[in-house]
């Protein structure tokens, strides 16, 4: 439920950026970060490791030169992924002062690679990655998700963001834990920014405190409060979730809320919740990088036992300021309750 982009690199190429969180960039300068990120993660070729050595940050360049020259890097990384085949999905967003980049493809040896490149308002890369991955799954039959709404109103400050949503791993990577296949992670952003103020204060981010509702009509199977929101930063991987809502909505349809404010919780196991009720607050806990709403649809009864994964289809929304067609956001778009 991290907001950072996890899983082991095929090369040591990994280096952990001040925010990873992401927005849609837009226009020319989404067009010049795909034009950098490309020239800077075709690592089967000698030239773009070599670029990507001379614009990284020092501790980035001695992963990247541990492998021995630019040409040994490209023909270890060749050897184990095979040259790029096809783009399946290309991203570029931009937020807090860093621009990211992320590719998902198909290559001779594995069925599909994500790639990540991330650098800083100097130009200078904090973060390289590349890894083996699942293909996308097929899209699904129209009609197939499940019929919520989101769970937050208009903010105080600023606009909902997707930071994680979709159906591929460089969208979402939720889609590596079974019952989080269609999960979405939600903050709130306001002239490129997810916080006014000192970084490391959670009151300086515009989502904390923001009123999360239920998604729907049901029943609480599961909430879990008391635990401390984790200075921003550090992150708790022994509470996941940190404090979370489960609540029933159907045979095998369960919304989960997680990463909520320690002491917010206003329902308790057995409650029956109308759509659209305040159940908690936005906070930080959990295993979680900064403030933000965790959100998504499972067949099981809590966190522990999620089952499998369902996709939402959120009714009444807007998408980067239009009706959504699916009700189905993805990574970096602007969504808001339409009503």
Not at 113 to 131: N, P, R
Request: charged fraction near 20%.
């Amino acid at each position: 439920m991290t907001m950072r982009f996890p899983g082991k690199a095929v090369a040591a190429l990994t280096l952990a950026a001040a925010a990873a969180s992401a927005a849609h960039a837009g226009g020319n300068d989404e067009d010049a970060i795909v034009q950098r990120g490309r020239a800077l993660s075709d690592w089967t070729s000698a030239e773009s490791v070599a670029a990507l050595a001379k614009a990284a940050t020092p501790g980035l360049r001695s992963k990247i030169e541990a492998a021995g020259d630019a040409a040994a890097f490209a023909e270890a990384i060749k050897g184990q992924m095979g040259v790029q085949t096809k783009v399946l999905d290309e991203i570029a967003m931009k937020l807090n002062g860093y621009s990211f980049y992320q590719r998902l493809a198909t290559h001779e040896r594995i069925p599909a690679g994500a790639t990540t490149v991330i650098w800083d308002e100097k130009g200078e890369v904090v973060s390289a990655l590349i890894q083996p991955s699942p293909p996308p799954p097929p899209a699904p039959a129209a009609g197939a998700g499940v019929p919520v709404r989101l769970p937050f109103a208009k903010p105080a400050r600023g606009s909902w963001l997707t930071v994680w949503g979709g159906r591929n791993v460089v969208r979402n990577y939720h889609m590596i834990a079974p019952a989080q296949t269609y999960a979405f992670d939600l903050l709130v952003a306001r002239d490129g920014r997810t916080f006014d103020g000192p970084q490391d204060k959670l009151s300086s981010y515009f989502c904390w405190g923001e009123p999360v509702l239920a998604a729907a009509d049901g029943v609480v199977s599961e909430a879990v409060d008391g635990l401390a929101d984790m200075p921003v930063g550090q992150m708790d991987p022994k509470h996941v979730a940190g404090n979370h809502i489960v609540i029933r909505h159907g045979e095998k349809q369960y919304s989960l809320v997680a990463h909520l404010q320690n002491g917010s919780t206003k329902v308790k196991k057995g409650d029956v919740v109308k759509s659209g009720q305040p159940i908690g607050l936005c906070g930080n806990s959990g295993n979680t990088s900064e403030p933000h709403v965790h959100f998504h649809l499972q067949t099981g009864p809590t966190f522990d036992d999620g089952g499998q994964g369902l996709p939402a289809a959120f009714r009444d929304m807007t998408v980067d300021g239009r009706p959504s067609r699916d009700g189905e956001p993805v990574r970096g778009q602007v969504i808001a309750p339409a009503r």
